[in-house]
């Protein structure tokens, strides 16, 4: 059981730069999110989805983008890295349920140099 | 907007000791969850235990269990006969029952096992 994968898990960008950080989730669940931790940090929300074809903001969703083609994918994109994106991101979902776990991925480790 | 509070950025304990985490929150809401997670060196998001608001029994989980003061919005997590591999990130999260299932996380707690 794959669960939530993320690709890449390690990453250097230069300033300037884009790239796309990828999420696929096997379990058909409806909500995924994006996730970023800075160092003694917990996680702060970036951009979630309800749905394919449904995204929205959150915390801290500035030099970010997102898109729900899928129900299984959600991937995340940097158009232009600035330092200050230096960060681990973790993509994660669930299902709307009782007991409403959310089950992460590993974790990206982005630098922007 | 809903904040969660933890106010022990470390904590140490001796093995097979019980050790107590700390967390607090601010909601204007009646029905929400909470959540403990783990999170090792591995880097891995590790769910530990949850509990519902509306429920007043304290949820437990083996050796991991919670004392939840919905008067207080206290939420803390009690981890008996601690184990080496219990050293780790503690984070404790807020989620609303209303829609989105957004997480709010606090800044965490480092915990060290003393062998």
């Known amino acids: 059981n794959a669960g939530v994968t993320q690709t890449p898990k390690f990453r250097i960008l230069k300033i300037g730069q884009s790239m796309t950080l990828q999420c696929t989730q096997d379990m058909n669940h409806n909500y995924m999110y994006w996730y970023r931790q800075d160092p003694g940090m917990g996680l702060k929300l970036i951009y979630y989805?309800?749905?394919?074809?449904?995204?929205d903001k959150g915390e801290v969703p500035n030099g970010y983008n997102v898109s729900r083609s899928t129900t299984e994918d959600f991937p995340l994109r940097l158009e232009l890295a600035a330092p200050s994106q230096t960060s681990v991101y973790f993509c994660a979902s669930c299902q709307m349920s009782e007991s409403k776990p959310q089950h992460f991925g590993d974790g990206t480790r982005l630098s922007i140099l | 907007a809903q904040t969660v509070t933890q106010s022990q950025p470390e904590m140490s304990v001796q093995e097979a000791e019980t050790v107590t985490l700390s967390c607090t929150y601010d909601?204007?809401?009646?029905?929400?969850?909470l959540f403990w997670y783990k999170q090792p060196p591995s880097r891995q998001m590790i769910l530990v235990i949850r509990q519902e608001a509306y429920k007043q029994q304290n949820a437990t989980e083996n050796r991991f269990s919670v004392n939840f003061q919905k008067a207080a919005k206290s939420f803390s997590l009690k981890i008996s006969d601690s184990q080496l591999g219990d050293a780790a990130m503690y984070f404790c999260a807020y989620c609303s029952n209303f829609g989105n299932e957004k997480l709010t996380f606090g800044t965490g707690t480092r915990l060290t096992i003393i062998p």
């Open positions: 989805s309800v749905g394919a074809g449904i995204t």
């Open positions: 909601t204007s809401e009646s029905d929400y969850y």
